[in-house]
Every structure is written in C-alpha cells, then in structure tokens.
C-alpha cells in the first residue's frame, strides 16, 4: 500500500491545545503533523468537552447521531490552527464538561465514566470502518483506558481495520464494576479472563491490551519494564506474552510549540549559539517569584503532577538541604495536597530561595524551562517523561530517576559520558530519598566547575527530542498491519 493513503484514525481523550492534563494531550497534538509530513493522513478523534468545541478553527456536521448513551448526538468535524484535521463526539449528555474530563471537583472519578468512554470508543470503532461517515480507516490508533474499548468494538463487529494500542501509562486501566460489562453491548464471551475481566471488575485497557493488533508504549525501556511482574501493574504475564505484538516507540515534543529561539512566552529568546537570552530569563524568573537574584545560585525548577508516581514527595524532604546549600527552587504544579502543602511549607520558610506556585499554567512553565538551571523529576516510574525534553532544548539540565522513558533520554554525567561529550543530566538509582540526595548533591558540584556544567547544557541543547524518527517507527508499524 503506498504511504499517502494510509488513513489513520487516532482515538484520544485529550489533544494540546484544545484540553490537556498531561502528555498524553502533547503527544495527540504533535505526532499526527509529524506522521502527515510522513505520508500518512491522520484524524484525531476526540470527545466533543466544550473546549474541544469551542477550539476548533473550522467546524462542520459530519453525521447526526440517534442513540448514544441513549441521546441524540452528531459528530462534528473540524482542524485544529496547525492543521490537524479532528471528529469530535458531540454528546452534551456525556462531554458537557468543563473541568477535569475524568475526575471531579473532590478528584474522585467522575461518575458515569463507563457510558462516557464506552460510548466514544463505540462510535470511534464505526468511524473508523466507516459505517458512519463514509471513510474507512486502515489503522484506529487508540490512546491510554479511553479509547481501550475500541479495539475490543472492531473485533466484536469483525472489522478487517487493524489497530494499535498505545499505552501511556499502565498505572491508568480504566476499572469498572463487573455490571459495566452488561451495558457494553459487546458478546457474553468477552467477559473473562482473556478479555475484559479483571480480578471481577471490567478493565476497558485490558480491553485494548487483549483485542488490538499491536500494543506500543512510550519508551523502550517502559516497554521492557511493563512486561516484569512489579511493572506490569497486574497486567505483566499477559503484557510478556504478547511477544513481538509489544514494542516501545520513544516520544518526542512539538518543536515549534518549544522552541527557545521563537517561544513568545519567555522574556528573552535564546539558542545554542548564544545563551545571553536564558542569563536574562533567568533574572526574570527570580525577580517575578520573588526569589534573590543571583545569576551563580542554581535554581532548579518542577513542572509537574504533584503524586507519588513523580516521586516529589521525596523531593519535598529534600528543600531544606536545597534552600541551605545556596540552592533555589521554583515548583509549579499540583495534586495530592499533602504534597502540595510540604512545598507550600518550604516556601514560606525560605520565602528568598523557594517559590512553589500550585495551579496549571504554561506560559509559566515555559518560563521556568527557559530560566531555571535545572529540572528535578525523580520519577518513581516514568512511561516516557516530555518534560525533560523541553527542558533540554531549553538548556536546562534534567536531574532524574533512572527509570522508563527517563532511562531512554537522559545521559548521566559520569566521567566517561563526560568525557565523550555525551552527558545530558544526571540520573539516580534506586529511586529514594538517599540516592536523590546524593544527586542534588552531585547537580550543585557539577554547576560549581562552570565550564563542566556548560559543556552538559551544550549537550542538552544538541539533542534531537523531536518527532521525526518515532514518526518513521509508527509508519513502519502501519504499514505492517495494513499490508
Ligand atoms: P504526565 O503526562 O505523566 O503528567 P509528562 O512529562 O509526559 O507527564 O507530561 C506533562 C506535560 O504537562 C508537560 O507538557 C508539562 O509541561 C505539562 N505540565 C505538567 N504540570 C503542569 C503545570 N502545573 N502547568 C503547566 N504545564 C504542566
Ligand atoms: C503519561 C506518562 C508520561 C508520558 C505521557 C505521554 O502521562 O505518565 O510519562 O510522557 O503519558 O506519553
């Protein structure tokens, strides 16, 4: 099959910048221009959230709906400003939603979520074999637990449409009451224990693991560690016997959305060749949260989910040594309170050397990438990690557990990468508080050797964290499916 016409329908919860809560959305906003520009022609098919809606530059009715969730609703179909053409399921009864799309104001999961997801990974499966709107897809590319019903919908109708899921983290499996199963509409013999079942309740990623064609997730190292009792979270012996049907395709960032030379939200533009622009942004930062400006005082910076998966409560015992050691620390980010008020603590205790701003914001986390010295993710686990890509076109070194996607993309500073020119960060393992000490420690010593610290940022700097050469990786998947 010649590349320009292998249609691509990728099934998603959540595309930057129309909602986000994480990478999953970055990665839905990125990899389709990536995988067009490759030879494929993607659509991105979303639930139809107010914000959805309301972001889309064009829109049209592309088919009216008589029974989802048991309502009328249509699918609408538009592009996104960089082009990206998208459905969306307009379903107010299920998607009229303007906060968090899975958990509600107390972060519990939102009720109802079953018939919400369920239903969207119902339709998306017509979609794509074209029983409505009249494009047959050759691949559906169903992302994380919300889109996991889909693979199970194509095979239930026999679709000859191939897909693949991409897992981007096993800790999200979409559990549901075993009376889920019933109102799913799929046959009795999906329920069990090579389907949807799991320990008595209904897994709608178990229902993708166990249906789709091809399963990849974010990094090659995460690949390997899903397959291990402790990193399959349950799912590792059906995850180990999937075999070849099981690889690991690295992310990558939006190269225009992240650019230091272009990025209109930083106070001052920088590059490779000339870093005066980051010695500004860093003066801006300091001055706008309040902490000392100094340029020779290494400030690290957070850009993160505050939970136990990002390790940050081990971070959070460790702002005192920080904050005494001449370090600053700028946090944003939010989640579990306990969390959030171990910082909140901090800053008020070294008010000149600790900032922590709890909320959501991205000019200001581009801020931070742009002017901080470092990032900390000291992942307890990481899928993959895009943070620590942005911060390394940003100059900005990664301090990071060596783990998944971590593993994949930060070269620690040891002597030898040192000295081959090669050391990106610096990583830590096993992932607790001690060893995460004791790389703090080694981030403030490696800045004290200036030129030492300058030759790791020109590492950063030089490294390629686009999206070309995993593009290529999924055609060639595609490809292999379809044929
Ligand atoms: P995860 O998806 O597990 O949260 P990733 O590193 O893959 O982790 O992606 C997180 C994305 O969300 C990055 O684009 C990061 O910049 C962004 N992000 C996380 N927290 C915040 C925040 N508080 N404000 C703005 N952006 C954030
Ligand atoms: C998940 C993972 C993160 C990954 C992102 C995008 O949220 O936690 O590691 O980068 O998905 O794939």
Redesign the pocket.
Known sequence: MPQTSLKVLFVASEM?PLI????????VGALPRALNAAGAKVTVFLPGFPKVLRGLETSRTLARLTDVGGRKAALIKGRTASGIDVIALDAPHLFNIDGNPYLDDSGNDRAGNDIRYAEFSRIAARLASGDIGRVKYDILHAHDWQAGLAPAYLKAAGSPVKSVLTV??LAFQGLFPKETFNGLGLPDDFYGPDGLEYWNKVSFLKAAIAYCDHITT?SPSYALEIQSDAGGMGFGGMLRAKGAALSGIL?G?DLDVWNPETDPDIPANFGAEDLAGKVKCKAALQTSLGLTVDPRAPLFCV???LTT??GLDLLADMTDYIALTGGQLAL???GDSAIEDAFLAAAKKHPTQIAV??????P??HRL?AGSDAIF?P?RF?????????AMRYGCVPVVGRTG?LNDTVIDANPMALQDGVATGIQFYPIDGHNLYAAIKRAFDAYAEQETWNRIVDNCLAQDVGWDASAQKYMQLYQGLAD
Do not use: M, W
């Open positions: 930057f986000k809560t994480g990478g999953l959305a970055d990665v981007h983290n974010v992310n960032i850009v993160s989910r998966q990002k944003l980010g939010s701003t709890i909320g959501y914001n991205e200001l986390a990438q993710i992942s990481e899928p993959c990690g895009l943070t620590q890509l942005c996607g």
